[in-house]
C-alpha cells in the first residue's frame, strides 16, 4: 500500500509544487514537526509545515511530499470529497457595535500589520494603547509608563522572548495585570510545545473578529476589577496590586479580520 493508514475513498486532490533546492529523506521525514526548521536561528519558527498538517488532519485529510535534492518538491493535499449539499449560512450584521472602556493596554505583536489593525481597534474603543514590537522592547515601554497597565495583550510566538516569558516578567512589577495572549496556533499546540501551563490565561486564536477581540479584551478586565472591587489601591509603582490575572482558557474560533502571517490551525505531530 502506497499511504498506508488513508481511508479507502473519494478525495479532492490540491497540488502544489515548486523549483527550490528540494531536500534529502532525512528533511523530508521531519518537515511536518513542530518546530523543526532547517533555517537560521532567528529566520524560521519551523511551525508552518506542522500548521499545514494540522489543518488536514483536522478536515479528515492527508498530506504527503515528494522532494528530491536539487529537483523542487511537490505537496499533494487529499481532502474527503463532501457529497452532500452544502448548507447556507446565515449573514451577520457588519455593524456589531464594539465594547468600550478607558484602560491602558500593553499591546505586543511582531508584525506590524498586525499590531497597526488592533492597536487602532482598541484606540476607537477608547482604551490607552501603548505598543511594542517584542518583548524586549515592551520592558522598555513599561519602564518609560509612569501609570498604571491594566492589560498586557502579547502575540505569544515571537523572536527572543515569547508571551509568556514576557508576562512571567511583568507580572511582579504589576502584579494586577490582566492577560490576553494571541497566536495563530491554537492553545493545544501551544500546550503540546511547553509554551503554558492548562489554565492558566485568557488565548485568542488568530484570525478573529474586531468584536471579539472587543469582547474578550473587556470581559477581562472587568473580571480582573470585579474580583477585588472596592478595596484596590494603586501602588508606589503605579500599578494596581494584585487581582488574579490569569484565568481558565477559552478556545473558542472566530472566523476573520485580524490576521497575521501565521495561520489559524491546530499544529500536531505526524504520528
Not at 468584536?211 to 480582573?224: C, F, G, H, N
Amino acid at each position: 500500500m502506497r499511504h498506508p493508514g488513508v481511508i479507502p475513498g473519494r478525495y479532492v486532490m490540491l497540488a502544489v509544487t515548486d523549483t527550490g533546492v528540494g531536500m534529502d529523506v532525512e528533511v523530508r521525514e521531519r518537515i511536518f514537526e513542530p518546530f523543526f526548521t532547517t533555517k537560521e536561528v532567528g529566520k524560521g519558527t519551523g511551525l508552518g509545515l506542522s500548521t499545514v498538517y494540522g489543518i488536514v488532519k483536522q478536515s479528515h485529510g492527508d498530506i504527503w511530499a515528494y522532494s528530491e535534492p536539487g529537483r523542487g518538491t511537490t505537496f499533494k493535499v487529499y481532502l474527503p470529497r463532501v457529497e452532500d449539499g452544502v448548507a447556507s449560512v446565515p449573514q451577520t450584521s457588519a455593524t456589531t457595535e464594539l465594547l468600550r472602556g478607558d484602560e491602558v493596554i500593553l499591546l505586543v505583536e511582531d508584525e506590524a500589520p498586525v499590531r497597526a489593525v488592533v492597536r487602532r481597534v482598541l484606540g476607537d474603543c477608547g482604551y490607552t494603547v501603548l505598543e511594542a514590537s517584542n518583548g524586549r522592547e515592551a520592558l522598555e515601554v513599561r519602564a518609560r509608563h509612569r501609570g498604571p497597565i491594566h492589560l498586557l495583550l502579547t502575540d505569544m510566538v515571537m523572536p527572543g522572548m515569547n508571551g509568556v516569558q514576557l508576562a512571567e516578567r511583568l507580572s511582579p512589577e504589576c502584579p494586577g495585570l490582566g492577560v490576553l495572549f494571541m497566536s495563530g496556533y491554537t492553545e493545544h499546540s501551544m500546550l503540546a510545545e511547553g509554551f503554558c501551563a492548562a489554565g492558566t490565561a485568557h488565548f485568542l486564536p488568530k484570525p478573529f473578529r474586531v468584536a471579539e477581540l472587543s469582547r474578550r479584551v473587556r470581559k477581562i478586565l472587568d473580571d480582573t476589577a470585579g474580583r477585588h472591587r472596592g478595596h484596590e489601591s494603586v501602588g508606589a509603582d503605579g500599578c494596581i496590586p494584585a487581582l488574579g490575572n490569569l484565568v481558565t482558557p477559552s478556545t473558542e474560533v472566530p472566523a476573520r479580520s485580524v490576521d497575521g502571517s501565521e495561520r489559524h490551525t491546530e499544529s500536531a505531530h505526524r504520528r
